[in-house]
């Protein structure tokens, strides 16, 4: 079967399963089995493909069609201009979660910083800051040793495995240890809203690095009450929130000895990071 013929096919099937990006979702997968970037397949329409390589293509649409996220099927995702592993035991990368990294880079540029990213997942946050720091290191925790062993693997892909180090841990177990940053963006979904997410989301991606707690800041309370013990003296606490939990984020940080440095908003205004000065 032609090329084209086959991934017009595989763009019926998504849209007659309500997939939006249809299209999209077809070509990056077909793209990704064939080992070519996702803009060369115009050049490639007329190929010719083969049995193998159109059940390895049947197979991953399927698992599209039941709303497997497309990150999971080709098992990496594009942050901060570089493709990082992931899978089931890791998050996938968000834009909004770009805007967190690059706050950070614009503040520690050209400075040599020690960094410690809580719930590092695939080290996306950590291991972009590190990329674009030269001088600095830095040290990811997270409390699942699968997602751990992702971030070790993107450690190495990036080459920066010899300025950071990733361990299975909370961040109770960190002793001996100072930090001019803090970074995290924990779990800050409210319980009786993840039954409201999309099927992408809540049938795929670890509920655990969703779950936020009754109100959602379960997890964010631990990590600005926790990181006054391993933050620097002047030292920054950059956290992601969600949606309409600025005020009361903004009031525990208050309240824990912290002084707002910034906070950044998304393409809809929304107040997506709070960045704050430990006194």
């Not at 600005?224 to 013990?229: A, D, L, N, P, V």
Request: net charge positive.
């Amino acid at each position: 079967m032609l090329l084209e013929k086959k991934i017009q096919s595989a763009t019926k099937i998504l849209n007659d399963h309500d997939i939006s990006s249809s299209r999209l979702d077809a070509e990056i997968i077909i793209s990704n089995i064939l080992g070519i970037k996702r803009e060369n397949l115009i050049n490639n329409d007329k190929m010719i493909v083969s049995k193998k390589i159109i059940d390895e293509y049947n197979s991953a649409i399927y698992r599209r069609s039941k709303k497997e996220p497309v990150a999971y099927i080709t098992g990496s995702k594009e942050f901060w201009s570089h493709d990082f592993i992931v899978n089931h035991s890791t998050l996938v990368p968000r834009p909004e979660t770009e805007i967190l990294t690059h706050k950070i880079i614009k503040i520690f540029k050209n400075k040599k910083i020690n960094i410690l990213d809580i719930g590092t997942g695939s080290g996306c946050i950590l291991l972009s800051i590190l990329k674009e720091l030269k001088f600095s290191k830095g040290v990811g925790i997270d409390i699942s040793p699968k997602a751990i062993k992702i971030a070790e693997e993107n450690s190495k892909r990036m080459k920066l495995f010899n300025r950071v180090n990733f361990r299975v841990l909370e961040i109770d177990k960190i002793y001996g240890s100072k930090f001019d940053l803090v970074v995290s963006n924990p779990p800050y979904i409210p319980l009786k809203d993840i039954n409201n997410l999309s099927k992408d989301v809540k049938n795929y991606e670890p509920i655990i690095a969703l779950n936020g707690g009754v109100d959602g800041l379960d997890l964010i309370k631990k990590v600005i009450y926790k990181s006054t013990r391993v933050l620097k003296k002047n030292g920054l606490l950059a956290i992601e929130i969600g949606n309409g939990q600025y005020k009361k984020v903004s009031n525990i940080l208050k309240h824990n000895g912290y002084r707002e440095y910034s906070k950044e908003c998304d393409y809809k205004d929304n107040v997506r990071c709070i960045i704050s000065t430990k006194l």
